[in-house]
């Protein structure tokens, strides 16, 4: 992309109506608009990260072995008076009517509708295990939107069911969606622990949590520090494996780690003072296990082995896709702007030309740009007729792992500068060596 045929609205000012870093990052670098309280505009650069998010997680998502589809945003009332939660779910709930008065609500969440698809769909326990999940905007009316995308009414949610026989398969499931969330936030350079929670309405009393700590986050934390050394890394894990998908289970949640709502004073005052921390985290996903909470009063049944109907046993696994944006900036940032891990980042690689209308410089960095292009690389070339010094400040706000600078200076002797943002060394090297050291 070029940068000079690009929309890219960034900020000189810092905006007056953000709290906190990430926020007013994502306004700065004109990745996003609000267009009424907690609802936005992804402009072209948040939406790019915001897809590399999403990506991440459909790919972890295949290779647990979850099955993706797409429901409605609009779902009918009738559904959610089945299971008692029309009533129940309160003002967080938008209603709406439509022209022959019918009560519609856009969806907070998805229990009810993929069990109405079970149940439509499925009658023996010899089409279990299943998985069903999809990416989805939601909407909660939450009483106080703020800190832009991490706590909008309108957020992207990735939300998966897992349909099992029994109690055991359904904790399986649960096992298998603690690993891949593990690999989910890992790949996008995050930190998210694992923490003992509360089923809050979803429901069930067995939920953990995926925190990222952050000074910024809504939720308290009471942790053992040695939860902190965990990392899950390229492990292979085979899915399919309860002994596998267990093991990992045991060794990440094993430590104390809860939010305040099921904290307990007397086991944390158990571990050693000096390994006792309280801490803020942002809630960047939930894995509940909740049975036949909802399979029984709406009827998702299945005729198991002996010849019997029986509820199946359920549960249920949120991301929160676009909080993501908000909680990587919060974890990852410096006073110059973003720092994207290279996982998600909305472009590899900035190329900035410090004379533009120079033909050498020009041409040298047209070459550039072609060459990644034509090697994989998605590329964001600074074309723009400006200051060397405006073009740096956008590269840093804009946080690409890597700026590759171009002047007719280090071009006289074949060099050109590439730039870490993380930790802003830079290497004179030739364009060619430049390219190879991105691989
Ligand atoms: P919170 O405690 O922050 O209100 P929640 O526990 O109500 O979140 P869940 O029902 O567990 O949310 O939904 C799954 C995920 O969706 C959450 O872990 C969070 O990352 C994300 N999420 C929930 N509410 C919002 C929101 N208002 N804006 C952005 N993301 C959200
Ligand atoms: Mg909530
Ligand atoms: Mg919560
Ligand atoms: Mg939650």
Redesign the pocket.
């Known amino acids: 992309m070029r940068l000079s045929r690009y929309f890219m609205p960034v900020l000189k000012e810092d905006p007056k109506e953000a709290q906190i870093v990430s926020h007013r990052l994502m306004l700065r670098a004109g990745m996003i608009k609000q267009q009424a309280a907690g609802i936005y505009s992804w402009l072209p650069m948040g939406y790019r990260v915001l897809r590399r998010i999403e990506q991440i997680v459909h790919e972890e998502q295949a290779r647990a072995g979850h099955i993706a589809m797409l429901m409605p945003t609009l779902q009918s009332a009738d559904l959610w008076r089945e299971s008692g939660r029309y009533d129940d779910y309160g003002e967080e709930m938008l209603r709406i009517k439509d022209r022959h008065k019918r009560d519609l609500l856009y969806g907070p ?1 998805n229990e009810e509708m993929i069990t109405d698809i079970f149940r439509a769909h499925v009658n023996s326990y010899k089409d279990l295990p299943l998985t069903l999940y999809h990416v989805q905007w939601k909407f ?1 009316d ?1 009483i106080r ?1 703020r800190f832009g ?5 309108e ?1 992207l ?1 990735k ?1 998966g069911y897992n349909f099992d026989l029994t109690r055991e398969d359904a904790l399986h499931a649960y096992n298998r969606h603690l690993v891949s969330y593990l690999r989910t936030y890992e790949r996008m350079g995050l930190q998210a622990i694992p923490m003992r929670a509360d089923g ?1 309405p ?1 429901g069930g009393d067995y939920t953990h ?1 995926f925190l990222v700590l952050a000074e910024t986050g ?2 308290e934390v009471f942790y053992d520090s040695e939860i902190t050394d965990l990392k899950f890394g390229s492990r292979d894990i085979d899915y399919d494996s309860v002994e596998q998908c267990q093991a990992v289970l045991e060794e990440f949640t094993s430590r104390y780690a809860r939010t305040d709502e099921t904290h307990d004073e007397a086991l944390f005052n158990q571990i050693p003072a000096e390994r006792r921390r309280v801490a803020r985290g942002i ?4 894995i509940f296990y909740f049975g036949t909470k909802y399979s029984e009063p709406m009827g998702a049944t299945v005729v198991g082995p002996d010849g019997q109907r029986v509820p199946v046993h359920m549960g249920s696994h ?3 896709v ?2 993501l944006l908000g909680a990587i900036i919060e974890a990852s940032h410096d006073d110059k702007g973003i720092i994207w891990p290279e996982g998600v980042t909305p472009f590899h690689v900035g190329i900035v030309n410090l004379k533009q209308g120079d033909a050498s410089t020009d041409s040298a960095c047209e070459a550039l740009y072609k060459e990644l292009k034509s090697q994989g690389f998605d590329p964001l070339y600074d074309d723009r007729d400006e200051r060397a010094g405006a073009k740096f400040a956008t590269m840093d706000l804009i946080g690409l792992p890597w700026r590759i600078t171009v002047g007719p200076r280090g071009l006289a002797a074949n060099k050109v500068e590439l730039t870490s943002r993380r930790n802003g060394q830079s290497v004179e090297l030739s364009p060619q060596e430049a390219m190879a050291r991105l691989k």
């Open positions: 969440t909660r939450e939107p995308v991490m706590r909008g009414r957020f949610m939300d809050g979803i949590e809504e939720s809630e960047v996903g939930q949120g991301i929160g676009s909080r």
